[in-house]
């Protein structure tokens, strides 16, 4: 039960961030609540895998709940914040509110489409369980549609996958579709050979994973190269259309068919931003993020944190800190110490990011990494990949089974995950809902 | 490449009884094609695993290429029957129509609701992957909504599960209800006890598991009252609405509050059986079940077989064969014995199924087994019970990762897939869509 005269610390969002600001409060003496709309911390680096069929959903998962249990200063609230009253210091639910002494916000961000929103029908992005579990459905039922395929040309736009975007997440799906079209697939099908595919990597600027050392970078373009992928850089999307994408390279304009393109370009902050900047009037940057002081706060609100994807700190090195991983897990750390060094009446240094290193996977046994000065690649690279990942994943739950899973995946090359699933809950034939206008009428009279 | 010129056998449906009839016919000089409308086989029997959140769909799930990647003769289709010729002997796709010279019809059944289809809103049934996920989604929501709810009547309806049928899945979703509260979600929470949670099991004849042997259903009911499951034989549903439910026993009515009804009674042939019934004028049974000859072929139509859940054999014992996997599995070995022993000019005799045992599992090391008069309960039951169900999985895939994840559930009792997905796919917070008639606008404009 929780003691209403404690100070009472709100955590919005139970992702790197957010959790890691619980985990280190464990404890203290204080109440913690975390709120998040899902009831799941999800481990957004391996969303691809679930994207590609390596991983199954509960792989990447972890109920918050469970991870949190053990905290008995910690509650979590499955609810949904609508607004923030700064002044009241309370957090507006839907269904309630909620005083804080402390408040953190940890919402993230979701992926966008630069103002061409209805490119979103056609090319699905890559935050939630939902999204991959779409990315897998189209993926496989283009391979089913190029099957039944009889015309060369159509089936060939079947068989092309154009993936927007080469930053991490980008590279890491092109190189898992490879893997996928070329061994996991292979003798599948009869009529068509999953070797044909042909994989498209489009990226704006001059290389792909622009914020790794262009050394990397080089080294992440052979890898893909190596498994099939076509890399093209310095290109633009003008135009995405439900068989086609249009593209402009310098002066000139293409237009590549295709029936599947996978979206891992464009992000934009939750709208927690826009409301603490209408509440508090601290400034956003373009895509909306919250631009933060030093100590991870708003300006005239000590009270108030931001941090993870969210927040935009550009009080370290020569540009903002990415959106990823580790920064929103040492931002959820530091608050976490800051909170409790103010109540022991501490002053408090300021946020401070130190980069362990950068790392990308690029298909079975090709990763890229890069950590103070040492570049390694290729399998060394893969395993270290690995391990990493899999241990943050033990951290927050007995996730074992996913290294099993890729050792068995890695020896077996299978993907056991590959179901199109998402379709309306029907038994296998006829249960389509009749059309009133159809010309011959298929109801069957159920006796 | 198909030849034009060999026999052509045609399957619908690739569940136990299509997939049974495909491995057995691997090395015939014919043309085998399985018609889904998915891509992948299910292992219904785990089903309410994956319900109660103890497996994720991929581990119980298998790609239906994949396991017939290596049968050379055999095309899979990912295709919509809609209807079937049998004077022509072709079978009519949505997009398209198929030649048999042999068709075997194995598209199983649905679950249904004697009638009050309204019902199915309030108690999901347990036929499919998207049937299991809404099941979880409401079985986690129920603690969640219980967790806030301060009024003491209404968080008890919250707590109050009512599982609607005695058969297998009935049982085995109580007991892996039962589990999941007193175990699994233990200190989860800091409002409610899941242990505290009320599960009652309804039946309508006198006892569970009415086909198994009267012990077997009297050691089940024990094992499921002493992992605290209430279980009421005797016992007809007359209404379901969205917080309660309305019982029969005898005479008395009796109006139940819960907000979680779980459907596992009814059963009513896919739309197939009735499309066999017009077109070939073969006797239905009262739930559409085609009444099979006792090769399992249709009266007058000697090339096409119905076997598996949507054939009605009653051809063996006093009554009709159960729709279990292991019927279904011998009808489709059996069938395709009949077509080689045909091919070679040789008498076939007719199906007879051999009962190997009956099992349930009860929650963690808990079953009841009966196997040749060997009846088994306990720890041994759920150990045989454990292995043979992996047996079966093994032979589709390598679902090894079940036993491992099995082993790892059993020592640490935890239930990694409880996830609760299947909302929009929406970031965390003020991504609801603007009601136009709200008294306060929340539309907050994007930068």
Not at 112 to 121: I, K, L, M, V
Not at 253 to 259: A, D, S, V
């Amino acid at each position: 039960m929780m003691q209403k005269d404690k100070h009472q610390i709100v955590i919005i969002g139970g992702g790197f961030g957010g959790l890691y600001a619980a985990k280190a409060l464990k404890n203290e003496n204080v109440n913690v609540t975390v709120i998040d709309r899902r009831n799941f911390h999800l481990f957004q680096p391996l969303l691809y895998q679930v994207a590609t069929g390596g991983l199954s959903p509960g792989d990447i998962a972890s109920p918050l709940r469970g991870i949190l249990s053990a905290h008995k200063n910690t509650s979590v609230l499955k609810a949904e914040v609508i607004d923030i009253d700064p002044e009241a210091k309370e957090v507006v639910l839907r269904d309630g509110r909620l005083r804080y002494d402390t408040l953190v916000v940890a919402t993230g961000v979701s992926h966008h489409y630069f103002g061409n929103e209805q490119w979103a029908e056609y090319a699905p992005g890559l935050k939630t369980i939902e999204d991959a579990l779409e990315m897998r459905r189209r993926i496989l039922l283009a391979f089913e549609a190029a099957e039944r395929e009889t015309d060369p040309e159509r089936r060939r736009a079947w068989m092309r996958f154009v993936v927007v975007g080469g930053g991490p997440t980008g590279v890491e799906l092109a190189g898992a579709l490879a893997e996928l079209s070329h061994t996991t697939l292979k003798g599948d099908f009869r009529s068509i050979d999953p070797v044909e595919v042909e994989i498209l990597l489009l990226e704006g600027v001059d290389r792909v994973l622009p914020p790794y050392p262009a050394e990397l970078s080089a080294k992440a373009q052979q890898s893909l190269e190596k498994l099939g992928v076509t890399v093209r850089t310095k290109t633009m999307v003008t135009d995405i259309q439900d068989d086609q994408v249009t593209i402009r390279s310098g002066d000139e304009t293409e237009t590549i068919k295709t029936r599947t393109v996978l979206w891992a370009a464009g992000m934009q902050a939750s709208s927690m931003g826009h409301i603490l900047g209408e509440k508090t009037g601290v400034e956003l940057d373009r895509a909306g993020r919250v631009m933060v002081e030093p100590d991870l706060t708003i300006a005239d609100y000590p009270d108030i944190f931001v941090i993870g994807d969210l927040a935009n700190f550009v009080h370290q090195g020569d540009r903002s800190l990415p959106g990823v991983a580790p920064v929103a897990m040492q931002e959820g750390s530091y608050v976490a110490e800051t909170i409790k060094r103010r109540r022991r009446g501490q002053p408090s240094p300021p946020f401070e990011y130190f980069n362990k290193g950068n790392m990308a996977v690029i298909g079975r046994n090709a990763a890229v990494a890069e950590s103070g000065g040492l570049k390694i690649s290729g399998f060394p690279a893969w395993l270290a990949w690995v391990f990493i990942h899999i241990w943050y994943l033990v951290e927050f739950d007995n996730k074992l089974m996913v290294m099993f899973q890729w050792a068995i995946n890695y020896f077996t090359r299978k993907r056991g995950a590959r179901l199109i699933t998402g379709e309306a809950p029907f038994p296998l034939v006829g249960h389509e809902p009749i059309k009133e206008d159809a010309a011959e009428p298929q109801s069957v009279p159920v006796r």
